[in-house]
C-alpha cells in the first residue's frame, strides 16, 4: 500500500460517518501521490497525516429565544484545520444540513483554496445548524449573539477570522461583530465581509462571483475564446451566483438559468439580474417568483433539471454535490466547453471524472472560487493598515491573483506531467507551499 493510500484508509476508519469529509481527503489525497514520490521527507515527517488532522476543532452549544418566547438550542462549529502559512481563514456556513462532516471538508479545502491565493492565510471553517431562512431579524440577531458569546475566545485577528458563506452575508455578520466587539472592546479585522461603515473592504460582496468569471476567461483567454456571446447556466441564486452572473453578462455572456433550493428558472431571453437581486437581496424571496414577472420565462420545481439546458459554460454556485455523474453526462453531451465552481465541492467524484474523460476545461473550487477568500485577505491588509482601498483597486488586485492563480495550477499541471488537469494543478500546487511550512515549523 502507498503512503497516500495507508493516510487515506487511516482517515476513513478513524472518522466514521463523515461521507463529505472523506470525499474531499480522496479528491485531494490521491492527486498528491506524485509530489509525496517526489518528496520522500513528507512521509518522513508525517505530513500527510498531520495535514488531514484539524489542529484544532470546537463545537459548542448554542441557545436563543425565538419569537415565540421559545427557547431554540442549535449546534455551533469552528475547525481551526491549519494555521501553517496564516491564521486560519475561513467562511461560517448557516444552514440545517451543517454537520462535523461538512464543516470537516470545508476546512480542508480552504487550506489549498488560500495557499492559492498567494496571501498569508491558513485555513478554518465553522457554522451552524441554524437556519436563517424564515426567522425574523431579532431572531437572527439573538442567534448571532449567541454564536459569538462562545466564538469569541477562539478567535482574534491575527488567530482566526472567519466570514460568510451559505446563510451568512452582510447582516449576520454585522451582528456577528457588533457582539464581538461588545464582549472584548476591540474595533479589529476579526470578521471580513464587514459592512463599509465598519471596516469591510469594497469590491468583498462582488469578489467570489467576479473572482470565478475571471479565472474562466483567462482560462478562457489561453484558449483564444471569450465569454462574448457564450451560453451559461448558473446555479444557486445567492451571493456568488448573482455576482457571477453580473460580471459574466458584463463581459457579452446570456445566463439562461439560475435556481434556489425549491426549482429552477429558464429565460431564454437571458436572465434579468435587477429582478433577481431584488427577489433574493432585497425581498430575501423565493426564485419563482422571477417567472411571475418577467414574460418568457419559466420556473420548474426541482433542482436537477437545470443541468439539462444546453449550455457553453456551467457555473455551478450551490452547494456540495449537486453535480452528479447523470448530471455531468447530460451537460457534456449538450457540449459544455467550460465547467468552473464556484461552490465549494459541488461536483461528486464521478462526475469531475466524466469531465476529465470528456477533456473539457474543468475549474476545481478552490482554485475558482477563492476570490472571496483572497479578497478578504486584502480587507484584513486595509484592517491593519486601518486604509481603505477604492473598488477598482481591491477589483484591479482580485483579478491579477485570480489570473495568477489559473497560470501556477496551469504549470503545475504541466510540471507533473497532467497537463490541463487542473484538479491535480490546484491540489499540488496549494499543497507545496504549506508542505514547505509545516515541514520548516518541524513537528507541530
Ligand atoms: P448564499 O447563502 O448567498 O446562497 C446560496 C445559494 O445556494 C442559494 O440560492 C440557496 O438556495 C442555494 N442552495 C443552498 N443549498 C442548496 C441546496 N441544498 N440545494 C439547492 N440549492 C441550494 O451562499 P453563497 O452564495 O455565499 O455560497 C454558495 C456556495 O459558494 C457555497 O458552496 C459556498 O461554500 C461557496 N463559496 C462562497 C463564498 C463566499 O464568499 N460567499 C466563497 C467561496 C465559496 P436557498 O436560498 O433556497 O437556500
Ligand atoms: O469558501 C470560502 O472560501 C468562503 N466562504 C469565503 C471565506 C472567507 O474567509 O472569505
Redesign the pocket.
Known sequence: MTYVERVLENLKKNNPNEPEFHQAATEILTTLAPVVEKHPEYEAWGLLERFVEPERVIMFRVPWVDDKGKVQVNKGYRVQFNSAIGPYKG?L?F?P?VNLSIIKF?GLEQIL?NSLTGLPIGGGKGGSDFDP?GKSNREVMAFCQSFMTELYRHIGADTDVP???????GREIGYLFGQYKRIRDEHVGVLT?RGLSYGGSLA?TE???YGLVYITEEAMKARGDSFKGKTVII????????YACQKAQSLGAKIVA?????GYIYDPNGIQLDVIKDI?EVKRG??KEYAQRVKGSKYTEG?KGLWSIPCDVALP????N?IDEQSAKLLVENGVKYVAE?????STLEAIEVFQKSGIVFLP?KAA?????A??ALEMAQSSGRLFWPFEEVDKKLKDIMVNIYHNIDNASKEYGYEGNYVMGANIAGFIKVADAMLAHGIV
Open positions: 467562511g456556513r444552514h444540513s470545508l483554496k431562512k466570514a460568510g458563506d451559505i446563510g451568512v452575508g465581509g468583498r469578489a467570489t462571483g446555479s444557486g441564486s445567492g451571493n456568488v451566483a448573482i439560475m435556481y434556489d433550493s425549491n433574493k423565493r426564485i433542482c454556485c450551490a452547494t456540495q449537486e464556484g461552490a465549494n465541492m459541488p473550487a472560487n477563492a476570490g472571496g477568500v479578497t478578504s
